[in-house]
């Protein structure tokens, strides 16, 4: 199996994986912490669109789903802090319009739309290194702005009203937040696709909460486990011969189911904490 680590696809995925666990293991503790699942859900889903736009413009799809995602991301923003609608309806409204629109352009677009399966269970296997690149960029556009903005977004994520309070532009930084959460959306597309990138975004950081109060710890320990399960993944989906993304995804669902109890005996009781 050591042999395998030779070749430049299985390069790329280990790269593909580190990539992703770091932004994962950011963006998810906003997301665990200021409780953004179901938006991540909805802005993950809703990226299908940018994908079928992508093939019905003749682009790469990973740069319609950029485009669509970021669009999708500030409008859901927008709304939720417009409109009078329960923002689990908007959430529900974007998801389905943005996987309707994705079948729509795949289907006005001439010929078979090679790799669909792929954008939509993930290969990371099949990361090419255009979208490495482009993973990179995106994982230190996270950092330097996560790393320049750390206290406004920890304000925001924690109490809206305080923020105001010390007058920050609270709506700003939430939409960029709404923004970060989807560039890494898109970047986890490749690896376990946009079906599963919910899971992975949000479990990581779900586990490391069980064992951190501190929120950069819980941003590191978080990243450490992601790269545990997608390396882990990634070794079992090669020696099993299975779909990487879904294995990546079985491994983070164990690895919580494992950890939950455990994770809360040892934050009540005051042991085994990162603070």
């Not at 923004?179 to 990581?204: D, F, K, S």
Request: glycine share 12%; net charge neutral; aromatic share 10%.
């Amino acid at each position: 199996m050591i042999g395998i680590l030779g070749y430049g696809f299985f390069q790329n995925a280990i790269l593909a994986g580190i990539l992703a666990s770091v932004a994962c293991g950011i963006m998810g503790t906003y997301v665990v912490v200021k409780r953004m699942v179901s938006i991540s859900g909805g802005i993950s889903h809703a990226a299908f669109g940018g994908v079928g736009l992508g093939y019905l413009l003749g682009i790469d799809p990973i740069y319609g789903a950029f485009a669509f995602t970021t669009a999708i991301s500030l409008f859901i923003g927008i709304l939720s802090e417009k409109a009078r609608e329960s923002i689990d309806t908007l959430i529900a409204a974007m998801w389905a319009a943005g996987m309707a629109a994705g079948i729509i352009f795949i289907s006005a677009t001439p010929g078979y739309a090679p790799d669909l399966f792929s954008f939509l269970f993930g290969n990371i296997l099949l990361v090419p290194t255009a979208d490495l690149f482009l993973m990179t960029v995106a994982v230190f556009f996270i950092l330097a702005v996560v790393i320049l903005l750390f206290k406004q977004l920890l304000a925001v994520t924690f109490d809206e009203e305080y923020a105001e309070i010390m007058n920050l532009p609270v709506t700003w930084l939430s939409l960029l937040l709404m923004v970060l959460i989807g560039v890494t959306v898109v970047m986890l597309i490749r690896i376990v696709g946009i079906i599963l990138v919910i899971a992975l975004l949000a479990l990581p950081a779900a586990i490391s909460r069980n064992f951190c109060d501190n929120v950069g710890r819980m941003m590191v320990l978080s990243t450490g486990i992601g790269m545990i399960f997608t390396m882990g993944g990634l070794w079992l989906s090669y020696a099993l011969d299975i779909p990487s993304g879904a294995t990546i995804i079985m491994c983070a669902v164990a690895g919580y189911v494992a950890v939950l109890g455990f994770g809360r005996l040892a934050k009540g009781n005051g042991r085994y904490s990162c603070d």
